[in-house]
């Protein structure tokens, strides 16, 4: 009887975890019916993105699994189901994201080897509507020809053209103009692989030529001060988050409400994770919070947009760091002699670089680059079998930047540091901006009112965290240089720290990534405090 008790319990629990755990309103057609308004997808033979303008259904054939299988279990996002091995599974889409597609096999055993050899999985891009030009090729032709106009203006000796870069710096130019382009519908971050070949490919190797130079000693001498303001920018996002939701709950409660796992808290924790570590740290709190992922590209879009503002502001700010330091009294003679010692070393040993020169340094900066990606794969191989594969550790970008900026570091102690005479960190310059470029191709103006309350909570917890920023720096005499890094390697992590780092000088680019990897290991454990704080305050 206990037995027979026990398994009607173990039934009742799993038909209601399927039940919970279906928000995707995933339906299983049956023979004959169809869907003809539809995208209809195979599995394994993805597009690299489904249209939302076009279609909200998405037809799931599994055609490579038919061989006398008889049952096969789906996931898609976090939902899962059993099906009918010939069957279509039709999902139902609310909005934009990711669609995350895998099998498995329903009864376990040895068996689900062979269910999922293979490809196992695939992930298609949802986007509401496709932009004008969906060609990488013209869209790396359109981004380069954005730089090449920006810099050429930049030194133009016009008398408007110096005004307006006195106050705004070509760096910020090279981030905005392809926000525009992507506000008025010409490309798009979501259709173009490029963010992820520069991200990818571009930004290590940048690491890897900005940082063969480095007096690795002056950093260590730019003292504790830049420690002090990331950690400061670390306590300012665990704070802001739920200062944020006690500010917007006395004028909208129901901006930051919700109950279960449709409760605000749970996905403003995906944006704790992503603002102090970064992506690998805010699936982590997706997975930990469980958020209703049909409400999670909310979240998403909270993220891309306050993070994109705050960039631009950092930007704007480097073009006047000067007063601003003064404002701030801040003593930045130990960044200036750092500058100052690498650009003097540079001009020691500048020459005019033959080709034979220029391949030499790309070849030694993209053969890292790849040895990067050799030991990022073969650690994530491992640590994905272990107990840590829910951890950043388990995140091949993060040991990318790890083993790159590594790379560099040592380099810097041997011959390869006269590379820097042919011009190695011009040329990783030239990438970052590259990298710029990309990244502004992920700012769409137009999303700012798509949510204005929900991106409300993400502007007010930014000006918490902007605001203690401000007076530990005022406080403690800092430059606006360790601000604003020690800040993006919270809010943005290694493939923005960097980025702001260099637009002061290339020489501090690792500084960026020194706090970014940082960042990385405490986001996990800082984003849970903030959102059991979050949760807490949600109480009242």
Same mark, same amino acid.
């Given at each position: 009887m206990k037995k027979a008790t026990l398994n009607i319990l173990i039934v009742l629990m799993a038909t209601l975890?399927?039940?919970?755990?279906?928000?995707?309103?995933?339906?299983?057609?049956?023979?004959?019916e169809s869907a003809t308004d539809a995208h209809y997808v195979q599995f394994g033979e993805a597009p690299s993105y489904l249209e939302l303008a076009k279609s909200k259904s998405v037809i799931l054939d599994f055609p490579t699994l038919r061989n006398g299988v008889e049952k096969i279990g789906v996931r898609v996002n976090q939902d899962s189901l059993v099906m009918d091995g010939n069957g279509l599974l039709l999902v139902e889409l609310e909005s934009a994201g990711k669609l995350d597609v895998g099998v498995y096999d329903p009864n376990g055993g040895e068996s689900s080897a062979l269910l999922v050899s293979g490809k196992s999985g695939m992930k298609v891009k949802v986007i509401k509507k496709a932009p004008l030009i969906t060609n990488d090729a013209i869209v790396f032709g359109i981004l380069f020809l954005c730089l090449a106009l920006i810099f050429f203006t930049s030194h133009s000796e016009n008398k408007g053209l110096k005004k307006f870069y006195k106050y705004v710096p070509a760096l910020l130019m090279c981030y905005l103009v392809p926000s525009i382009l992507v506000s008025l519908g010409l490309i798009s971050a979501e259709v173009s692989g490029t963010y992820g070949v520069a991200k990818n490919y571009l930004l290590p190797t940048a690491l890897i030529l900005m940082t063969l130079s480095i007096d690795f000693k002056g950093v260590l001498r730019l003292g504790s001060k830049s420690l002090i303001m990331f950690l400061t920018a670390t306590f300012g996002i665990v704070v802001g988050g739920p200062l944020a939701i006690l500010i917007v709950a006395t004028f909208s409660p129901e901006t930051v409400g919700g109950v279960g796992f449709d409760a605000v808290w749970r996905g403003l924790s995906t944006l704790a994770g992503s603002w102090i570590g970064g992506g690998a740290n805010q699936t982590a709190m997706l997975e930990i919070y469980q958020y209703n992922p049909q409400k999670y590209g909310g979240m998403v879009l909270v993220d891309i947009v306050v993070a994109n503002i705050w960039m631009a502001v950092l930007l704007l700010g480097v073009g006047r760091?000067?007063?601003?330091?003064?404002?701030?009294?801040?003593?930045?003679? %130990?960044? +200036?002699? &750092?500058?100052?010692?690498?650009?003097?070393?540079?001009?020691?040993?500048?020459?005019?670089?033959? #080709?034979? !020169?220029?391949?030499?340094?790309?070849?030694?900066?993209? %053969?890292? +680059?790849? &040895?990067?990606?050799?030991?990022?794969?073969?650690?994530?191989?491992?640590?994905?079998?272990?107990? #840590?594969? !829910?951890?950043?550790?388990?995140?091949?970008?993060?040991?990318?930047?790890?083993c790159a900026t590594t790379f560099g570091l040592a380099l810097s102690f041997t011959k390869a540091r006269s590379l820097e005479g042919f011009g190695a960190s011009k040329m990783g310059s030239v990438f970052i901006y590259i990298l710029v470029a990309t990244i502004g191709m992920k700012m769409d103006i137009r999303q700012i009112v798509e949510n204005p309350m929900l991106i409300l909570v993400g502007l007010i917890w930014m000006a918490i965290h902007v605001i203690i920023l401000v007076i530990v720096a005022k406080m403690i005499r800092a430059p606006y240089f360790f601000l604003a890094v020690g800040s993006k390697a919270n809010i943005g992590g290694a493939a923005s720290a960097p980025v702001v780092a260099a637009a002061f000088h290339p020489s501090l680019a690792p500084v960026g990534v020194l706090l970014a990897v940082l960042g990385y290991a405490l986001g996990t454990y800082c984003a849970i405090l903030c959102a059991q704080l979050m949760e807490y305050v949600s109480m009242f």
């Open positions: 975890s399927v039940s919970a755990n279906n928000p995707l309103n995933m339906k299983v057609l049956e023979p004959g760091r000067e007063a601003i330091d003064r404002w701030l009294k801040a003593d930045s003679s %130990a960044i +200036t002699e &750092l500058q100052e010692k690498v650009e003097n070393y540079t001009k020691s040993i500048t020459t005019d670089p033959t #080709l034979r !020169d220029m391949i030499v340094v790309l070849g030694v900066g993209f %053969a890292f +680059t790849g &040895l990067s990606h050799l030991i990022a794969q073969g650690a994530t191989g491992y640590i994905s079998a272990t107990a #840590l594969k !829910d951890s950043v550790l388990n995140s091949g970008f993060f040991w990318i930047v790890v």
